[in-house]
């Protein structure tokens, strides 16, 4: 029993180990975690209330006081960095996961449903999938107002349509093996038969395609919020910050780096660490660059 | 066996050629387009909506429109207001309501519309004047009686009483633009953005909305040219964007951000100059009354005292504006040094308790522009100290010039807004825009001021200084009583151009693009 249980982690541990061993997934799995540990913990190392506005304290260089600066406000950059993680790291997480769920189902009906249900949902997708990402988050906006709702509909309706192309395709392949042939002649369900048979076989090389698109939803978000179509003001926000840096970038430049620096930093981490899992997991796409 | 090498672009290669291109986009400094001479590149801070004299939205479009239909008079370009005839040869006052003009004897409409006449002159004039057109210029004309057509090139002004602003505010500005009465009567309808019969000294060759406007020469301008083959403008709204777009080479001449102006005097781009020129705009917060939330005026008047102007103003100028007092700059009757409003949170709460106003929820809606969402941002930590919960709207500039339209839908759901007004040297041309005729025109905070209204026409007809100083003064502090009103400042006008060019400039620093030349 004992020895069924530490094969059973040393199992789970292989994984982790081997995409330690690469220099990039190492790199990729600390900056995630330094930048996810940052966010979970802002209340805690912030030092400064995040929208306290102090006039007299503006753009003050960073210091052992303001670790990262002040803004054209006199807010604490390394507060604001540290919580706009938690609007960043938080639509990122929501927006891939409410995508993959949605692209999950619509593929699974897609796949395994008539014909003609098939055509008409691509038609769907491709429509969605044709127009320019500003573009949508322009209309969205424009209808709705900035919000962080608007953000999340955007990558939503952004990321779905792929999402449920990858899974369609993959059902298709499946829909006529013998196991799910098998499946069908014992009176299972179509439920059944694409949550229990399908779904399992289809749902990997999704979720590595998940977190590396975290990244550039995180990308999505703070250049929304970096043109004024995301979070409303004051809540902070990376894009946000570097906004506010851009304006005096040339006196001031440490707002735009406080801005910046997360969302290169979170980006190359989620990126890495992605690309390794997909190495890891999955060598035949690693050929495919 | 033979190895193929894989050409395919891996993320990673395209992360770090990315990188380099970067990097040496950066460290290769581009040119100015005008160095060959023949083309200005300047930055508006709006794309053109409407090319209709009687109807134009904003400064930028009264650039285009009196470069394309040949206004009787422009602005004179440099330190002290005046005027320069384009379409006249000669223009005269003959007593305080007859003015008499003679047009310059071969200008000529495009599209085959002929030469440009008094009749021309006649339709222009009155068709803006028409309380039918429901122009929002209508004003410039209010006192018009008729236009007389003496010949085919000479005519004459009829007023019906004294105007005193027809030489500072109404024939130097888009007001005096003349369109082709055949061409108009063709159209039926206002122009939009396609322009017909031009007649300037360029023409409209090319809108790429929200692109770029391209104004080329007129080959059949027989007068002084424009300065350039060429003027392209790009429509930026943000002006520190606008100015990383000169440090890159990509302008020739743009307004600055206020807040930008003491870094940029200290140590301006190399081979440029820098301009500060005192403004005739005003800024302030504005509450629309009629709105539900705002109509009980203790709560505007709350609202008046818990914005700290001080130091909205110096947060969103980085000091380099200071505090105004009303919608009038200094140097001009009617200009004061205080407001009837202090800053006094403690106040400001007593008045949302008299009024009952506990937690009360408002909206800000701005123009997406840095200085004002800054400036925003410190009226939302005003308001939020004496309890006010108050959200940012950011808008574009298409959408923000609506909101609060009568034709439009959102203009009872209005509550704050940020507004910036340029105006023309002469007070009246402030305070129109207040009356009640301007009611959900462009007075989005719904002020119904009948005694302001007798006031303002009044002042049209008063020559006498000191009287319109009295006024004007008591125009505003009615504005100020009325509550509606939270007066920021006049700002200051920042402006950098290559030395490769002498721009053609208002004593306020607005452009004059006809006037632009090569240095």
Request: with cysteine.
């Amino acid at each position: 029993m004992f020895a069924a249980a530490s094969e059973d982690r040393r199992q789970w541990l292989k994984p982790l180990v081997r995409i330690l061993r690469e220099p990039l997934g190492a790199l990729g799995i600390a900056l995630v975690i330094l930048m996810v540990g940052g966010a979970a913990l802002a209340d805690f190392l912030s030092a400064f209330e995040p929208n306290k506005i102090s006039p007299r304290d503006r753009f003050q260089g960073p210091s052992l006081t303001h670790l990262l600066g002040t803004d054209q406000l006199g807010r604490d950059l390394f507060s604001r960095v540290l919580h706009g993680g938690r609007i960043a790291l938080s639509v990122a997480l929501f927006a891939t996961a409410a995508s993959l769920i949605i692209g999950i189902v619509l593929g699974l009906i897609a796949g395994y449903g008539p014909r003609w249900l098939d055509n008409l949902m691509i038609l769907l997708f491709d429509s969605i999938k044709s127009f320019p990402t500003v573009m949508l988050a322009l209309a969205l906006v424009t209808l709705f107002g900035p919000s962080l709702t608007a953000v999340v509909v955007v990558v939503v309706l952004v990321n779905v349509p792929g999402y449920a192309r990858i899974i369609r395709t993959q059902t298709l392949a499946l829909k006529t093996s013998e196991f799910v042939t098998a499946a069908q002649s014992m009176g299972a369900s179509t439920a059944r038969i694409l949550r229990h048979h399908i779904m399992p076989n289809v749902i990997g090389p999704l979720l590595i395609l998940a977190s590396m698109d975290i990244p550039v939803v995180i990308a999505i978000e703070a250049g929304m919020s970096f043109l004024g179509l995301g979070v409303r003001p004051p809540t902070p926000s990376w894009g946000a910050i570097l906004n506010d840096g851009f304006t005096a970038i040339r006196d001031t430049p440490w707002i735009a780096i406080a801005g910046g620096l997360p969302i290169i930093l979170t980006t190359l981490g989620f990126t890495f660490l992605g690309e390794t899992l997909r190495d890891v997991f999955d060598p035949r796409l690693k050929a495919r660059g | 066996m033979t190895q193929s090498r894989d050409f395919g672009v891996s993320r990673r290669s395209f992360l770090a050629a990315a990188g380099a291109f970067g990097a040496a986009s950066v460290a290769v400094p581009r040119m100015a387009l005008s160095q060959d001479g023949s083309v200005l590149t300047v930055r508006s801070y709006s794309d053109l909506q409407v090319l209709d004299p009687a109807f134009r939205l904003s400064l930028p479009e009264d650039d285009i429109i009196r470069s394309i239909f040949a206004p009787l008079l422009i602005p004179q370009a440099g330190d002290t207001w005046g005027w320069k005839a384009i379409a006249v040869d000669s223009i005269e006052q003959l007593d305080d309501v007859t003015v008499s003009f003679r047009l310059k004897d071969n200008i000529g409409f495009t599209d085959g519309f002929g030469q440009m006449t008094a009749e021309d002159v006649k339709f222009s004039i009155e068709r803006m004047a028409d309380p039918a057109m429901e122009s929002p210029y209508a004003g410039d004309w209010a006192t018009l009686k008729e236009v007389e057509v003496k010949d085919k090139l000479s005519g004459l002004i009829h007023l019906k009483n004294k105007f005193v602003p027809l030489w500072t505010t109404t024939l130097p500005t888009p007001a005096s633009c003349i369109l082709s009465k055949r061409a108009m009567e063709e159209l039926g309808d206002k122009i939009t953005t396609k322009p017909v019969a031009q007649s300037g000294q360029y023409l409209l060759a090319d809108w790429q909305p929200k692109q770029k406007t391209i104004l080329k020469r007129n080959p059949d301008w027989a007068h002084e040219p424009g300065g350039f083959d060429e003027i392209h403008i790009i429509p930026i709204e943000d002006p520190a964007t606008a100015e990383r777009g000169f440090e890159a080479g990509d302008l020739d001449y743009t307004w600055t951000s206020v807040s930008s102006l003491p870094r940029l005097k200290e140590n301006p781009p190399a081979g440029s100059v820098v301009l500060e020129k005192p403004s005739l705009a005003y800024v302030w917060l504005g509450m629309n009354q009629d709105n539900e939330a705002l109509k009980d005026i203790r709560i505007r008047r709350a609202i008046q005292h818990a914005i700290d102007r001080q130091t909205v103003v110096d947060a969103a100028y980085f000091g380099a504006a200071s505090v105004g007092n009303g919608i009038i700059a200094p140097g001009l009757p009617g200009s004061r040094d205080s407001v009837a409003y202090d800053y006094d949170p403690d106040k400001a709460r007593a008045l949302l308790a008299e009024a009952g106003a506990s937690n009360l929820f408002v909206t800000l809606d701005i123009l997406n522009q840095s200085e004002r969402l800054t400036a925003a941002q410190v009226i939302q930590a005003n308001l939020a100290d004496v309890g006010v919960t108050c959200e940012i709207k950011q808008n574009d500039s298409g959408t923000f010039w609506t909101l609060g339209s009568k034709d439009g839908e959102y203009f009872m759901n209005l509550q704050l807004l940020l507004q910036r007004f340029s105006m023309q040297p002469d007070p009246s041309w402030a305070t129109v825009w207040f009356t009640p005729e301007q009611v959900g025109v462009w007075n989005w905070e719904r002020f119904d001021n009948a005694e302001y209204k007798a006031l303002h026409d009044q002042g049209l007809s008063e020559s006498d200084e000191g009287k319109r100083d009295e006024i004007y003064r008591k125009m505003q502090g009615l504005m100020d009583e009325s509550g509606c009103y939270v007066f920021l400042t006049h700002e200051v006008v920042g402006a950098i151009h290559r030395d490769t060019i002498v721009p053609g400039l208002k004593p306020n620093g607005e452009s004059l693009l006809s006037e632009f030349k090569s240095a």
